[in-house]
């Protein structure tokens, strides 16, 4: 069964419950490449490469089936405000 950006928000939702997700596919529509920004409570005390690995876990069955993850972003709530507040007031200036 082929992977789809589908099938990754479904994972990603179940497993890692994000307040924000964003899944795109970055091959052209095939499946193969896929970028992911994720923001969730589970990752709170946690560093970035424990988080991409995370996300890695949830993912590792779909991960069989395509050639690239990219994770563009894994916030936690609290750094995923204080990122729109930035950009917020950086837009008004």
Known sequence: MAVTKEIIETTLTNKLQPIYL???DTSGGCGAKFAVEIVSSQFDGKR???RHRMVNSALAEELK????????????PQQWNEKQ?????????
Do not use: F, P, R, W
Not at 65 to 76: D, F, P, R, V
Not at 85 to 93: D, F, I, L, V
């Open 22 to 24: 964003n899944v795109e």
């Open 65 to 76: 089936g395509i050639h690239a993850l990219s994770l563009k972003m894994t916030l936690t």
């Open 48 to 50: 970035s490469l424990d």
């Open 85 to 93: 507040a930035q950009e917020s007031t950086g837009a008004t200036n």
